[in-house]
């Protein structure tokens, strides 16, 4: 079985937003990241250090806020401001706040990891939009390991507003033929062992295994779910998946460093787009 | 094998937006619909027509606006005005142009046929918004038959903006697992085949037959295509299914009838919601 390296996958991602970094900051603008931290959560605080070291890698500049109470003004207000060219807002948000409902104060130009329902449904009808940088990773993975997605029977295990359902509309964009399965799915095996491509997005610790793989199977695990001992483990036992599967991303090392380069890849997009449009006016 | 009535459903609709209708009148409000029609297209006139005569029905006003050049203003147009509750456009548009782009003139609040892409993101993460009526007219009918959704395997043959995505999104809210198919899948009948609840909506005369439906399967028949003697069929070959399904919606008599009260159900609840916001100015 292949191991997917999410981590060369991600070099090999930062290398061209370097490059395209680069060269806009030789026209004066600098691609910049505002990140809206409404929590103390202390994952929020360590993601938050990981895309500021690679941001530090590609050129990209990163400005963190602290904000806990009025969290869509604030994220109007960074939309509003021309030296941002992404704006993103960490989860998990205060009790009694969804990102769902949020994520409308991100205009869609800057909303580099597609919160604001506006760029969901964009992604829906095939117009131009962001979609959630993990939702994008899945997409990246498959195409870095080579698995020819039109045609291709895939089954989505999760179906949240940040993966689930906008990977599901990348695959069908690919021309895949897409099951969605969730916590209701009378028998989640029998969906998942007939798939050719299998994406667990569930967020609970190695809830599939062997029985729900069929042979040659690739595998792309979303799950990051903390340990007893500090560690990260998937969604997917991947030692149980080891003989049957084709290929599988680990985790961590699979979907997490690839979420994070496209990301800073769409803050570059979106610098790009901003400038073009001030140069035509 | 049992037919859905989908005029007897609809009739059922009726009667509770005609009450609806009364109520508002009573308090001086007119739910109205404003129909932009861009084209000559035939099929286009004698869906207009039909709406207007079930708007009759249930007291709903129809206004039928002829705009083929700019239609995105006139859509905008009519969104500002405050005498019209509902704004559709009917398709097919002018070469060149299409509805994925120009849905984004109508207001969501108005748009009860779900035509803005916002409306198709805020359906996708839980967001209170309106389907395109087609969409919605699967769930109804279904519901009328008295088939569980939750946990139940449905497949939906078709992914377009107005039909599949919107049906599958819906149908996923009501917790069915959902499979997306289209041209592009490998083995049509493989797929339809398993599923305990079918969604035709791909419009090509009866392409779906007795090989694709498992025994006691439900089926749902969104095609209308026009056949050469100046009928109607659907994408299901109904005689040959009908010794193997549980239940079918005929093609005309189905979704048809069902999408027309449901869209005018929305115009009501739009005209409510307008009406009650106007109240508490």
């Known amino acids: 079985m292949t191991l997917i390296d999410g981590r060369a996958v991600a070099a090999t991602i930062r290398e061209q937003v370097a490059a395209k970094a680069r060269a806009l900051r030789s026209t004066g603008a600098t691609p910049t990241l505002a990140i809206l931290v409404p929590t103390d959560d202390e994952a929020t605080a360590w993601y ?20 806990t109470n009025d969290i869509g003004a604030c994220l109007a207000e960074l939309s509003a401001d021309p030296t941002m060219h992404g ?18 104060h991100i205009d869609t130009a800057k909303d580099v990891d597609g919160a604001n329902p506006v760029s969901l449904g964009r992604l829906a009808v095939g117009l131009p939009a962001f979609a959630p940088a993990t939702a994008q990773a899945v997409i990246e993975l498959l195409r870095a390991h080579g698995t020819t997605l039109a045609g291709t029977d895939v089954v989505v295990v999760g179906r949240s507003s940040v993966v689930g359902k906008p990977a599901a509309l990348l695959l069908l964009a690919e021309n895949a033929t897409v099951t969605v399965c969730h916590s209701h799915t009378k028998d989640l095996a029998v969906q998942t062992s007939r798939a050719d491509v299998v994406v667990a997005c569930v967020g609970r610790a190695q809830i599939l295994g062997a029985a729900h793989m069929r042979p040659g199977a690739v595998v792309i695990d979303v799950g990051t779910n903390p340990t007893a001992d500090g560690g990260l483990v998937g969604d997917v036992d991947t030692a149980a998946v080891e003989p049957i599967a084709e290929a599988i991303t680990p985790v961590p090392g699979g979907v997490g460093p690839v979420t994070t380069a496209l990301l800073l890849r769409n803050v570059v997009s979106a610098a790009q787009a901003a400038s073009a449009s001030s140069a035509q006016e």
């Open 48 to 67: 938050v250090r990981s895309i500021e070291r690679m941001a530090e890698k590609v050129d990209v500049r990163v400005r963190v806020v602290r904000e």
């Open 87 to 104: 704006v993103i807002c960490q989860t998990p948000l205060p009790a009694g706040m969804s990102l769902d409902v949020l994520g409308r």
